[in-house]
């Protein structure tokens, strides 16, 4: 696995999650979700590419906040949605 140096890594804060009980558009609507994803700029929590919403990729491109992190227990790997890669 090769990490990318990526210029949207000066997005990412100490966040907080905005939820820990699941993807924040999904508890809405009442959707399942596979993953979740948490945004490093600002701590929205969506869920991931496989679920059928991809509302982390969606929120991301929204308001041009690029890099996640796994919200997966053990996990902590980032990506950048931007460069399609890993951070």
């Known amino acids: 696995m090769t990490l990318h140096a990526d210029p949207h890594l000066a997005l990412v804060r100490r966040v907080q999650p905005l939820t820990t009980e699941g993807c924040q558009e999904c508890l ?3 959707s399942p979700w596979v993953h979740l994803r948490l ?3 600002c701590g929205h929590v969506g869920c991931c590419d496989s679920s059928p919403n991809k509302h982390a990729r969606k929120h991301a491109a929204a308001v041009a906040h690029p890099v996640v992190q796994s919200f997966q227990p053990g996990e902590d790997w980032r990506w950048c949605y931007v460069h399609e ?3």
């Open 28 to 30: 809405r609507l009442g």
């Open 39 to 41: 945004c490093l700029t």
């Open 85 to 87: 890669a890993l951070v």
